[in-house]
């Protein structure tokens, strides 16, 4: 089992950026793809940023431009750069696999933009 831990949310205001970082426990990163995800009041989670083991990412279609997904082997860490923030990026941010398998969600990073 693998347990993540998700860090640097908070309160943005709109056009403001974050840096969201995930910490694995153990190192995956060369077995799997990783992922963000976030999850909405009242809405399902949804991947909005993937990397592979090959370093090659995919964004969802609201995000794209905006977010950068990197990760960092040696460490065990994935992090989302978010640039250009607007309030319906609003949600809780967690981590996992980008892959087929997942582990069990972390707590999450509550990200809230707002003015």
């Known amino acids: 089992q693998v347990q993540f831990v998700e860090s640097g949310g908070g309160l943005v205001q709109p056009g403001g950026s974050l840096r969201l970082s995930c910490a694995a426990s153990r190192s995956i990163f060369s077995i799997y793809a990783m992922g963000w995800y976030r999850q909405a009041p009242g809405k399902p989670r949804e991947l909005v940023a993937r990397?592979?083991?090959?370093?090659?990412?995919n964004y969802a279609d609201s995000v794209k431009g905006r977010f950068t997904i990197s990760r960092d082997t040696a460490k065990n860490t994935v992090s989302l750069q978010m640039n250009s923030l607007k309030p319906e990026d609003t949600a809780v941010y967690y981590c996992?696999?980008?892959?087929?398998?997942?582990?069990?969600w972390g707590q999450g990073t509550q990200v809230t933009v707002s003015s």
């Open positions: 990397i592979s083991t090959s370093d090659s990412t």
């Open positions: 996992n696999t980008g892959d087929t398998i997942l582990f069990s």
